[in-house]
T-cell receptor, first 114, second 113 residues
Framework: GAVVSQHPSRVICKSGTSVKIECRSLDFQATTMFWYRQFPKQSLMLMATSNEGSKATYEQGVEKDKFLINHASLTLSTLTVTSAHPEDSSFYIC??????????FGPGTRLTVL | GNSVTQMEGPVTLSEEAFLTINCTYTATGYPSLFWYVQYPGEGLQLLLKATKADDKGSNKGFEATYRKETTSFHLEKGSVQVSDSAVYFCALRSKTSYDKVIFGPGTSLSVIP
Protein backbone atom coordinates (compact mmCIF):
# COMPACT_ATOMS: atom_id res chain seq x y z
CA GLY A 1 0.00 0.00 0.00
CA ALA A 2 0.92 3.65 -0.25
CA VAL A 3 3.37 4.86 2.37
CA VAL A 4 4.00 8.36 3.62
CA SER A 5 7.06 9.03 5.72
CA GLN A 6 8.02 11.98 7.89
CA HIS A 7 11.42 13.06 9.07
CA PRO A 8 12.37 13.58 11.77
CA SER A 9 10.01 11.64 13.99
CA ARG A 10 11.01 13.72 16.99
CA VAL A 11 12.84 16.99 17.32
CA ILE A 12 13.76 19.13 20.29
CA CYS A 13 14.99 22.64 19.65
CA LYS A 14 15.70 25.86 21.45
CA SER A 15 13.32 28.78 21.32
CA GLY A 16 14.06 31.07 18.39
CA THR A 17 15.46 28.44 16.08
CA SER A 18 13.84 27.12 12.92
CA VAL A 19 12.89 23.51 12.34
CA LYS A 20 12.23 21.76 9.04
CA ILE A 21 9.97 18.73 8.80
CA GLU A 22 9.88 16.59 5.66
CA CYS A 23 6.94 14.65 4.32
CA ARG A 24 7.55 12.12 1.57
CA SER A 25 5.29 9.86 -0.44
CA LEU A 26 7.46 6.79 -0.88
CA ASP A 27 5.79 4.83 -3.64
CA PHE A 28 3.40 7.23 -5.30
CA GLN A 29 3.28 10.77 -6.58
CA ALA A 30 1.20 13.28 -4.68
CA THR A 31 0.18 16.55 -6.25
CA THR A 32 -1.50 17.55 -3.00
CA MET A 33 -0.28 17.15 0.55
CA PHE A 34 -1.86 18.42 3.75
CA TRP A 35 -0.27 19.52 7.00
CA TYR A 36 -2.02 19.09 10.36
CA ARG A 37 -1.09 19.83 13.93
CA GLN A 38 -2.36 18.01 16.95
CA PHE A 39 -2.12 19.28 20.50
CA PRO A 40 -2.10 16.75 23.37
CA LYS A 41 -5.42 14.99 23.77
CA GLN A 42 -6.97 17.01 20.95
CA SER A 43 -7.98 16.41 17.39
CA LEU A 44 -6.06 17.16 14.23
CA MET A 45 -6.40 20.66 12.90
CA LEU A 46 -5.65 21.33 9.27
CA MET A 47 -2.96 23.96 8.86
CA ALA A 48 -2.48 24.16 5.12
CA THR A 49 -2.86 22.49 1.77
CA SER A 50 0.37 22.06 -0.16
CA ASN A 51 0.22 21.85 -3.93
CA GLU A 52 3.21 20.86 -6.01
CA GLY A 53 4.62 23.79 -7.91
CA SER A 54 2.42 26.45 -6.35
CA LYS A 55 1.96 28.32 -3.12
CA ALA A 56 0.36 26.59 -0.17
CA THR A 57 -3.14 27.48 0.92
CA TYR A 58 -3.32 28.22 4.62
CA GLU A 59 -6.32 27.78 6.89
CA GLN A 60 -7.69 30.75 8.70
CA GLY A 61 -5.61 31.70 11.70
CA VAL A 62 -2.43 29.95 10.53
CA GLU A 63 0.50 32.32 10.00
CA LYS A 64 2.04 31.63 6.63
CA ASP A 65 5.26 33.44 7.54
CA LYS A 66 5.55 31.31 10.65
CA PHE A 67 4.87 27.98 8.99
CA LEU A 68 6.61 27.90 5.64
CA ILE A 69 5.53 25.17 3.29
CA ASN A 70 7.39 24.11 0.18
CA HIS A 71 6.14 21.39 -2.13
CA ALA A 72 9.26 20.98 -4.20
CA SER A 73 8.38 17.79 -6.03
CA LEU A 74 5.61 15.28 -6.45
CA THR A 75 7.00 13.23 -3.57
CA LEU A 76 8.21 15.84 -1.09
CA SER A 77 6.66 18.62 0.95
CA THR A 78 8.44 20.43 3.75
CA LEU A 79 7.10 22.42 6.68
CA THR A 80 9.48 24.87 8.32
CA VAL A 81 8.54 26.27 11.70
CA THR A 82 10.39 29.56 11.83
CA SER A 83 11.56 31.14 15.07
CA ALA A 84 9.93 28.40 17.05
CA HIS A 85 8.55 29.08 20.51
CA PRO A 86 7.28 26.74 23.21
CA GLU A 87 3.68 27.27 22.11
CA ASP A 88 4.62 25.71 18.75
CA SER A 89 5.33 22.42 20.49
CA SER A 90 2.94 19.95 18.97
CA PHE A 91 2.53 16.82 16.91
CA TYR A 92 2.69 17.66 13.20
CA ILE A 93 1.19 15.20 10.75
CA CYS A 94 1.16 15.29 6.98
CA UNK A 95 -1.00 13.44 4.51
CA UNK A 96 -0.71 12.88 0.79
CA UNK A 97 -3.37 12.23 -1.79
CA UNK A 98 -2.56 9.15 -3.79
CA UNK A 99 -4.19 6.78 -6.20
CA UNK A 100 -7.95 6.50 -6.05
CA UNK A 101 -7.83 9.97 -4.51
CA UNK A 102 -7.31 8.37 -1.11
CA UNK A 103 -5.37 10.21 1.58
CA UNK A 104 -2.50 8.53 3.33
CA PHE A 105 -1.13 9.86 6.59
CA GLY A 106 2.43 10.06 7.77
CA PRO A 107 3.47 8.83 11.23
CA GLY A 108 3.84 12.36 12.58
CA THR A 109 6.66 14.51 13.97
CA ARG A 110 6.70 15.49 17.60
CA LEU A 111 8.21 18.95 18.03
CA THR A 112 9.30 20.16 21.44
CA VAL A 113 10.52 23.73 21.76
CA LEU A 114 12.42 24.48 24.95
CA GLY B 1 -19.29 24.59 6.98
CA ASN B 2 -18.57 20.90 7.22
CA SER B 3 -18.07 19.46 10.69
CA VAL B 4 -17.94 16.21 12.64
CA THR B 5 -19.21 15.57 16.14
CA GLN B 6 -18.29 12.58 18.28
CA MET B 7 -19.38 11.34 21.64
CA GLU B 8 -17.26 12.62 24.47
CA GLY B 9 -14.73 10.31 26.03
CA PRO B 10 -12.91 8.79 27.61
CA VAL B 11 -14.66 5.48 27.27
CA THR B 12 -13.60 2.61 29.51
CA LEU B 13 -14.79 -0.91 28.79
CA SER B 14 -14.02 -4.38 30.01
CA GLU B 15 -12.56 -6.87 27.58
CA GLU B 16 -15.20 -8.54 25.37
CA ALA B 17 -17.71 -5.74 25.94
CA PHE B 18 -19.69 -4.20 23.08
CA LEU B 19 -18.44 -0.89 21.76
CA THR B 20 -20.36 1.97 20.20
CA ILE B 21 -18.83 5.36 19.46
CA ASN B 22 -21.34 7.80 18.05
CA CYS B 23 -20.47 10.11 15.20
CA THR B 24 -22.65 12.61 13.38
CA TYR B 25 -21.69 15.00 10.66
CA THR B 26 -22.76 18.17 8.91
CA ALA B 27 -21.84 18.54 5.28
CA THR B 28 -23.06 19.80 1.98
CA GLY B 29 -23.14 17.34 -0.84
CA TYR B 30 -22.22 13.73 -0.36
CA PRO B 31 -19.09 13.33 1.75
CA SER B 32 -17.01 10.23 2.24
CA LEU B 33 -16.83 9.14 5.87
CA PHE B 34 -13.94 7.60 7.74
CA TRP B 35 -12.86 6.21 11.06
CA TYR B 36 -9.20 6.60 11.94
CA VAL B 37 -7.40 5.09 14.91
CA GLN B 38 -4.39 6.50 16.71
CA TYR B 39 -2.47 4.27 19.09
CA PRO B 40 -0.44 5.93 21.85
CA GLY B 41 2.50 7.86 20.46
CA GLU B 42 1.74 6.93 16.87
CA GLY B 43 0.25 8.51 13.77
CA LEU B 44 -3.13 7.89 12.23
CA GLN B 45 -4.26 4.68 10.67
CA LEU B 46 -7.32 4.36 8.50
CA LEU B 47 -9.65 1.90 10.20
CA LEU B 48 -12.57 1.88 7.77
CA LYS B 49 -14.47 4.06 5.36
CA ALA B 50 -17.72 4.43 3.46
CA THR B 51 -18.20 6.55 0.39
CA LYS B 52 -21.96 6.61 -0.12
CA ALA B 53 -25.22 6.25 1.73
CA ASP B 54 -25.97 2.80 3.20
CA ASP B 55 -22.41 1.63 2.64
CA LYS B 56 -20.96 -0.36 5.52
CA GLY B 57 -17.27 -0.10 6.22
CA SER B 58 -15.63 -2.89 8.19
CA ASN B 59 -12.18 -3.88 9.37
CA LYS B 60 -10.69 -5.85 12.27
CA GLY B 61 -14.13 -6.52 13.70
CA PHE B 62 -15.14 -2.86 13.61
CA GLU B 63 -18.12 -1.72 11.54
CA ALA B 64 -19.82 1.54 10.66
CA THR B 65 -22.76 2.25 8.37
CA TYR B 66 -23.21 5.48 6.43
CA ARG B 67 -26.68 6.74 7.40
CA LYS B 68 -27.58 9.74 5.33
CA GLU B 69 -31.04 10.14 6.86
CA THR B 70 -29.55 10.59 10.32
CA THR B 71 -26.20 12.00 9.12
CA SER B 72 -24.42 9.44 11.26
CA PHE B 73 -21.54 6.99 11.01
CA HIS B 74 -21.42 5.21 14.37
CA LEU B 75 -18.52 2.85 15.06
CA GLU B 76 -19.29 -0.55 16.57
CA LYS B 77 -17.44 -3.64 17.63
CA GLY B 78 -19.01 -6.67 19.18
CA SER B 79 -16.18 -7.69 21.49
CA VAL B 80 -13.33 -5.33 22.29
CA GLN B 81 -9.83 -6.36 23.24
CA VAL B 82 -7.17 -4.65 25.31
CA SER B 83 -5.26 -4.02 22.08
CA ASP B 84 -8.14 -1.84 20.86
CA SER B 85 -7.22 0.82 23.41
CA ALA B 86 -6.57 3.94 21.35
CA VAL B 87 -8.10 7.21 20.25
CA TYR B 88 -10.70 6.95 17.50
CA PHE B 89 -11.42 9.80 15.12
CA CYS B 90 -14.46 10.11 12.91
CA ALA B 91 -13.80 12.17 9.81
CA LEU B 92 -15.31 13.31 6.56
CA ARG B 93 -14.00 14.40 3.24
CA SER B 94 -15.97 16.31 0.67
CA LYS B 95 -15.49 17.82 -2.72
CA THR B 96 -17.19 20.93 -1.41
CA SER B 97 -14.33 21.35 1.08
CA TYR B 98 -11.64 20.76 -1.53
CA ASP B 99 -10.96 17.21 -0.40
CA LYS B 100 -9.76 18.33 3.01
CA VAL B 101 -10.28 15.79 5.75
CA ILE B 102 -12.29 17.24 8.61
CA PHE B 103 -11.80 15.41 11.88
CA GLY B 104 -14.01 15.00 14.89
CA PRO B 105 -12.54 15.67 18.34
CA GLY B 106 -11.61 12.04 18.92
CA THR B 107 -12.79 9.52 21.48
CA SER B 108 -10.32 7.84 23.77
CA LEU B 109 -11.03 4.17 24.44
CA SER B 110 -9.47 2.17 27.24
CA VAL B 111 -10.15 -1.54 27.44
CA ILE B 112 -9.31 -3.21 30.72
CA PRO B 113 -8.73 -6.95 31.19
Amino acid sequence: GAVVSQHPSRVICKSGTSVKIECRSLDFQATTMFWYRQFPKQSLMLMATSNEGSKATYEQGVEKDKFLINHASLTLSTLTVTSAHPEDSSFYICSATGYNNEQFFGPGTRLTVL
Amino acid sequence: GNSVTQMEGPVTLSEEAFLTINCTYTATGYPSLFWYVQYPGEGLQLLLKATKADDKGSNKGFEATYRKETTSFHLEKGSVQVSDSAVYFCALRSKTSYDKVIFGPGTSLSVIP
